[in-house]
Nanobody, 125 residues
Framework: EVQLVESGGGLVQAGGSLRLSCAAS????????VGWFRQVPGKDREGISCIDNSEGSTWYSDSVKGRVTTSTDNAKNTVYLQVDNLRPEDTAIYYC??????????????????WGQGTQVTVSS
């Protein structure tokens, strides 16, 4: 059974950093692409990043580029999202999800078949 479990969210002051984790089971993260998304109530789920080790590619949205890094730890079968210089507008529920490959439409949530339950990130000003 494919499962994705996010952790690492919390309350942080603006300017701080967080590292979110996405622990995967039922598949090997090195064989698939894993994306990170975020969502605030009333808005669409926004694609943040996608990492695909089989292609050797990573993708980031323009809204977070330069502040976000995604990486994998194959030994732990976990994907990370490091977010630096946090801003109040980064407040959202952050989700990880799996698809076969990132590609140019990596931000399209319809191509992701499995999702985690999300972890809340709140940034205070």
């Amino acid at each position: 059974e494919v499962q994705l479990v996010e952790s690492g969210g919390g309350l942080v002051q603006a300017g701080g950093s967080l590292r979110l984790s996405c622990a995967a089971s039922g598949f090997t993260v090195d064989d698939y692409a894993v994306g990170w998304f975020r969502q605030v109530p009333g808005k669409d789920r926004e694609g943040i990043s996608c990492i695909d080790n089989s292609e050797g590619s990573t993708w980031y949205s323009d809204s977070v580029k330069g502040r976000v890094t995604t990486s994998t730890d194959n030994a732990k079968n976990t994907v990370y999202l490091q977010v630096d210089n946090l801003r109040p507008e980064d407040t959202a529920i952050y989700y990880c999800a799996r698809r076969h490959a990132c590609g140019t439409l990596w931000y399209d949530r319809d191509f992701y078949g499995y999702w985690g339950q999300g972890t809340q990130v709140t940034v205070s000003s």
